[in-house]
């Protein structure tokens, strides 16, 4: 249903970097590099993730309660990506554990270094 989603960035060469290592941890790629646009997916014709900068040459700014989610399979693959989002300079928003929903959400809350707000997760989790 969702073809691609952008995040607006100031610095697209540093956001660049910070998606490229980030993504690499689920298994995404780059797939389209233009001067105002980067993109990674999985595989083609699934969802693609991008960067992208303003149209508008206007300030790229976090959305207020915008929310990008990325679905990994299991609670070490959150752990494991949010931790390289914090290496690579992110700003925690809320560390990674069971969020107590009847889906068993496990999920790790970061902001990316424009500020946008993004959660690794996954379903299906049970405390031991």
């Known amino acids: 249903m969702i073809g ?10 540093r956001s660049g970097k910070f998606y490229d290592e980030l993504l ?6 780059r797939v389209m590099t233009d001067e105002r646009m ?6 083609p014709g699934k969802t693609m993730f991008s ?31 949010y931790n390289k989002a914090i290496e690579l300079g992110a700003i925690d928003e809320g560390r990674p554990h069971d969020r107590g929903s009847d ?12 500020g946008n707000k993004l959660v690794a997760y996954c379903l299906g989790f049970k405390a031991d």
């Not at 691609?4 to 060469?13: A, D, F, K, V």
């Not at 690499?24 to 790629?29: C, D, H, N, S």
């Not at 980067?38 to 595989?43: A, E, K, R, S, V």
């Open 4 to 13: 691609y989603i952008t995040l607006g960035t100031n610095n697209l060469q």
């Open 24 to 29: 690499g941890e689920i298994g995404a790629k």
């Open 38 to 43: 980067l993109g990674w997916g999985t595989t």
């Open 51 to 81: 960067v992208i900068t303003p149209f508008d040459e206007h300030e790229a700014t976090a959305g207020n309660g915008v929310m990008i989610a990325l679905d990994v399979e299991t609670p070490a693959a959150v752990e494991c990506v």
């Open 103 to 114: 889906m068993g959400f496990y999920g790790g809350y970061f902001r990316d270094l424009d």
